[in-house]
């Protein structure tokens, strides 16, 4: 795989040649527990080409990256933060730690372990879109954050790292919008180094079938509506909707990361299994 | 969650006072990448205190730190009498595991919090406000004070003298004269009883 690094500042563009990317991406099994064939995922609802997906995904970053902090706090009433929380806790990270915070976006768990893995340790926040990156870097350096933070811009399937390079990492809210879930988990894990953990912060599916209702009405109904009034994109926020269902449940992603290597898989259901942290080692 | 909404509420309580602190951060930069865990018998889960970029950050991960406080809330109370740290260690009311240095400081940081409520205050809303609410506050504490003093007055009144549920001090001491005679005429009593025995015996 060719892998071109340009230096931009403190950003890093990895640029990844796209029909290498093509070839691994077609040698790749897709065994996500969906009907889709081997060329063609989900794009919320959907049925796209699998090359398709990634153009899909990025226009709807794109769009959302500038109101995408203030529409996290509204679309969950502020309890992203205790749940970015708990993944920190669980993350176990000291100081003079590497953390990957994978789909980064803006940045709201590099802000925290930077502060935790102190001057010895580094923080490499990852997204492959740019617009969210850019939002990311800016609050960051906008909040002093700089000495131990570093900015790439990747695609979690083609992790452009080295083997065994982290401690831990995280992806949060991300792996749903991954074209290819199993290989970007086998990627994650390539990067890891023995004793590392992976995290996984993702909506799932509700425990209760009472709350599942109040959930899909919320998200059919009410959410595409706030980002329309809000974010002034309806559609995107349709798609998020429509993507969180369209993503595996806990005990699916459970397996999926054990098939990937990991090992001691466990997930961890947050407010009525909304969302699950699912945490698996690398020995 | 919980857990993680106490430490969320924990950390900006303390990082608001430090930033309040006449002295400032400095007595923080000896704590530089420390981690002191307290674990409290009142909670299910540990509470971490990892300093930073001049900031305390406050996890419920205890994997890792450089001292740990195993105790209750009752007890970190009585520590605030020094010579009660050994005692309380001998009863296992509390162990403490790692480097004793990190909590003393600690410690020592929360015992010189020196803020200067006022002056903060009058940065936000004015001087004359402040002076204002300063006064209204101090009169306030002032009522507050008398009042408690006075329900208590009046509670203990009504419960000793109207209701009788309880006893006076002076009723007490002389509960306790009227026992204490008791017991020894009892006591009399029962040697008198052992003498005549013994010459019931010696006669037989």
Request: proline share 2%; with cysteine.
């Amino acid at each position: 795989m060719l892998i071109n690094p340009i230096k931009w500042g403190k950003l890093t563009i990895i640029l990844v040649n796209s029909e290498t990317m093509m070839s691994a991406h077609d040698q790749n099994h897709q065994t996500n527990n969906d009907n889709s064939d081997e060329n063609t995922t989900h794009f919320g609802f959907q049925t796209v080409e699998k090359n398709e997906k990634e153009s899909k995904v990025a226009s709807v970053f794109h769009s959302v990256a500038q109101q995408y902090d203030v529409m996290n706090d509204l679309m969950s009433f502020g309890i992203h933060r205790l749940w970015k929380r708990f993944t920190i806790d669980a993350s176990g990270v000291r100081p003079g730690n590497k953390v990957l915070d994978l789909a980064g976006g803006t940045g709201d768990l590099t802000a925290k372990f930077s502060q935790l893995v102190g001057r010895e340790g580094k923080v490499i926040l990852a997204d492959i879109n740019s617009s969210m990156l850019n939002v990311g870097r800016d609050k960051l350096r906008d909040r002093g954050l700089v000495q131990n933070i570093e900015y790439v811009q990747a695609n979690a399937q083609y992790l452009p790292f080295e083997d065994n390079t982290f401690d831990v990492i995280t992806i949060a809210f991300g792996l749903r919008n991954v074209t290819d879930k199993d290989m970007a988990l086998r990627s994650m894990y390539r990067v890891l180094k023995p004793g590392g953990r992976l995290l996984v912060l993702e909506f799932s599916k509700p425990e209760h079938e009472l709350v599942n209702k109040a959930y899909d009405f919320y998200s059919f109904n009410i959410l595409p509506k706030m980002g329309e009034l809000v974010a002034k994109d309806g559609d995107s926020y349709q798609y998020l909707a429509e993507s969180i269902r369209m993503h595996p449940d806990q005990e699916t992603l459970k397996a999926m990361m054990d098939t990937a290597g990991f090992e001691q898989t466990s997930f961890k259901n947050l407010t009525g299994g909304v969302v699950a942290l699912h945490k698996g080692y690398k020995f | 969650m919980f857990a993680q909404a106490l430490s969320a509420v924990i950390e900006t309580l303390i990082n608001q006072f430090l930033k309040y602190n006449l002295s400032g951060t400095q007595a923080l930069k000896p704590l530089s990448e420390k981690t002191l865990t307290v674990k409290l018998a009142e909670l299910p889960f540990a509470l971490s205190f990892s300093v930073s970029d001049e900031k305390i950050h406050v996890t419920t991960n205890d994997e890792h730190s450089d001292c740990c406080i195993i105790t209750s809330i009752k007890t970190l109370v009585e520590l605030k009498k020094e010579q009660q740290l050994t005692d309380l260690i001998k009863n296992d009311k509390l162990d403490i595991q790692g480097d004793l240095k990190v909590a003393q400081h600690f410690a020592n940081i929360a015992e010189t919090l020196d803020i200067d409520w006022q002056s903060e205050l009058a940065k936000r809303i004015g001087d004359i406000p402040t002076y204002k609410l300063g006064k209204i506050g101090a009169k306030l504490l002032k009522k507050l004070n008398f009042a408690t003093t006075q329900i208590q007055a009046d509670a203990s009144e009504w419960l000793v003298h109207e209701k009788r549920l309880l006893v006076t001090a002076a009723e007490i001491v002389s509960f306790s004269l009227d026992v204490e005679r008791a017991e020894q005429k009892a006591s009399a009593l029962s040697q008198r009883i052992d003498e005549l025995i013994n010459q019931q015996t010696k006669l037989s």
